[in-house]
């Protein structure tokens, strides 16, 4: 959904969808590397419900230096979104971006406007597909986390999954040490893989990016998994989502890499 869809739905159900008694007050502000931060913001009560389903993502609403027209973006909340209270984001910051520029320069106790319901999100259904195969890059890793976060933590939902997460250099990998922890709860359930544009010397993760190659590495070729067994989520950059997913344009449409490996469109969705 591009982001003027995004804002007139919003405009249209901003009655009905406004959740956080219109706004909510940050909390903390943690750099988690150069260009990104983790933003905790409190909902008016402690108690209060996040009221998200897995998986779903956050409008936010605001006024960057005092501007008459609103900035309007969505985010996706990292935290556990059955906990009441509080919302977690993870922004990166673009720089001349807007609200990514706006959302880091607040400081504990400044206010945003937050709804919910829009962007509608993707409805998971727990052992719908037996294996998940989760692709980002960069800030597309958020609607991942959230994912694999909600399918473990459900006792009751057994799909597998596997994360293959594109980065420019190691210090990127910020949820690193989350990811692992559920690598280590989860043996043979979860398994994710970094790949580094520009790694670190002595980088334990393959230099590049997100291709057939690595794929094929992780197992997610026509050849490792049964090509109904799988959905894929992918969610990145727009270059990295045309490699993956393919491109129209002028002529004949380019296929993608996922294509490629015999995945079907409708085994694709990306975020
Ligand atoms: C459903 C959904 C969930 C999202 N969740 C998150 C999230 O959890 N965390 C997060 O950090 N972002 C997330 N985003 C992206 C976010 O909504 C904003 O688009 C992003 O923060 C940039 O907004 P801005 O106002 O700062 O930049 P803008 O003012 O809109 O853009 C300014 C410039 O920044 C650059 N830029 C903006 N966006 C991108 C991009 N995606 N890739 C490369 N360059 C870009 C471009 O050069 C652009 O010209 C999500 C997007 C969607 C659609």
Not at 70 to 75: K, L, M, S
Not at 88 to 117: A, C, F, W
Request: charged share 20%; proline share 9%.
């Amino acid at each position: 959904m591009n982001i003027s869809a995004i804002a007139a739905t919003a405009v249209a159900g901003v009655g009905a969808y406004t959740l956080y008694s219109r706004s909510v007050r940050l909390e903390s502000a943690e750099p988690v590397s150069h260009d990104t931060k983790r933003l905790r913001f409190a909902l008016p009560d402690p108690d209060q419900p996040t009221g998200l389903s897995l998986t779903s993502a956050v409008l936010t609403i605001s006024w960057p230096n005092g501007s008459w027209l609103p900035t309007i973006r969505p985010y996706t909340p990292i935290n556990d979104i059955s906990k009441p209270g509080f919302i977690e984001l993870l922004v990166k910051h673009y720089p001349g971006g807007k609200q990514s520029t706006h959302l880091h320069s607040l400081k504990p106790n400044d206010s945003i406007i937050m709804i919910r319901g829009v962007p509608p999100g993707y409805r998971w259904t727990a052992n719908q597909h037996p294996h998940v195969a989760l692709i980002a890059g960069g800030a597309g890793i958020t609607p991942m986390y959230q994912l694999t976060r909600g399918i473990l933590n459900n006792p009751e939902d057994k799909t597998n999954i596997t994360l293959v997460w594109g980065v420019n250099s190691d210090t990127d990998i910020f949820l690193r040490e989350e990811f692992s922890a559920l690598e280590k709860n989860f043996p043979g359930r979860f398994r994710a893989v970094y790949v580094v544009s520009n790694p670190e010397p002595g980088s334990l993760h393959p230099k590049g990016y997100v291709d057939e190659q690595i794929l094929d590495k992780a197992g997610l070729s026509g050849k490792d998994v049964g090509k109904n067994d799988t959905k894929v989520f992918v969610c990145g950059p727009p270059a990295m989502e045309k490699a993956l997913t393919g491109a129209k344009g002028f002529g004949k449409p380019k296929s993608g890499i996922l294509a490629e490996l015999g995945y079907t469109p409708a085994q694709i969705h990306k975020f």
